[in-house]
């Protein structure tokens, strides 16, 4: 089973605008990752926060984390053409020392020039 | 240069052979992970190995084997059982213990005929 959804599943926007990903998981969480997949390619890590955090930048990423609605979100602002590309989220669960990450079906990321 | 490589990156094989896929990895992480990706969708675990010797199912295990010989290296296998085997196939690393990122190879793109 999947354990985060994303939404929207696939979002178009001007380049210069910012953009909005959201992230819903099911269990509790020792801490959410953001990756971006560029088509055909492997998985790169953007940013990671900790299940006692609730904001943290990289650079031009905002991401958020609420634990009591189970969501996170992740913002570009600024948003340039090479951002066009897949963005996942990911959780990490700890639980009986079984180190599990768990994927989303992730935002497909258009940006128009 | 320290990474994870992911090989061959494409494979075309005949309905009912079994095939290997390779995974290595030099950053010297101890645990790996293989997900599948189908177009369009996110990633689905595979199977993880925490420690070399020893390694648990994910999601969806049926039709796969692993093994983890060596802290280097974690071969997946797709065997004549796995009834959808075409697809695109991830291999990750991260370092042990709780929080870390994700190091993905590239990929294997595997086509049934």
């Known amino acids: 089973s999947q354990q985060g959804e994303e939404d929207p599943q696939a979002l178009s926007i001007q380049e210069g605008e910012n953009a909005t990903m959201n992230c819903s998981y099911k269990?509790?969480?020792?801490?959410l990752q953001w990756y971006r997949q560029n088509s055909g390619r492997g998985l790169v890590h953007l940013i990671l926060?900790?299940?006692?955090?609730r904001e943290k930048h990289s650079g031009r990423l905002r991401v958020t984390l609420d634990t009591s609605k189970k969501s996170s979100s992740l913002l570009i602002t600024a948003s340039r053409a090479a951002d066009t590309a897949s963005y996942f989220c990911?959780?990490?669960?700890?639980?009986?020392?079984?180190?599990?990450?768990?994927f989303g079906k992730g935002t497909r990321l258009h940006i128009l020039p | 240069d320290g990474g994870i490589t992911q090989s061959p990156k494409y494979l075309f094989r005949k309905e009912g052979q079994n095939v290997t896929l390779s995974c290595e990895q030099n950053?010297?992480?101890?645990?790996m992970y293989w997900y599948r990706q189908d177009p369009g969708q996110g990633l689905r675990l595979i199977y993880y190995?925490?420690?070399?010797?020893?390694?648990q199912k994910g999601d969806i295990a049926e039709g796969y084997s692993v093994s983890r010989e060596k802290k280097e290296s974690f071969p997946l296998t797709v065997t004549s059982a796995q009834k959808n085997p075409t697809a695109f196939y991830l291999c990750?690393?991260?370092?042990?213990?709780?929080?870390?990122?994700?190091?993905f190879g590239e990929g294997s793109r595997l086509t049934v005929l």
């Open positions: 990750a690393s991260k370092s042990h213990l709780n929080t870390g990122e994700l190091f």
């Open positions: 269990t509790s969480i020792n801490n």
């Open positions: 926060i900790r299940s006692n955090e």
């Open positions: 990911a959780t990490a669960s700890f639980m009986n020392r079984d180190d599990k990450i768990i």
């Open positions: 950053l010297n992480h101890d645990a």
């Open positions: 190995s925490q420690i070399v010797n020893d390694f």
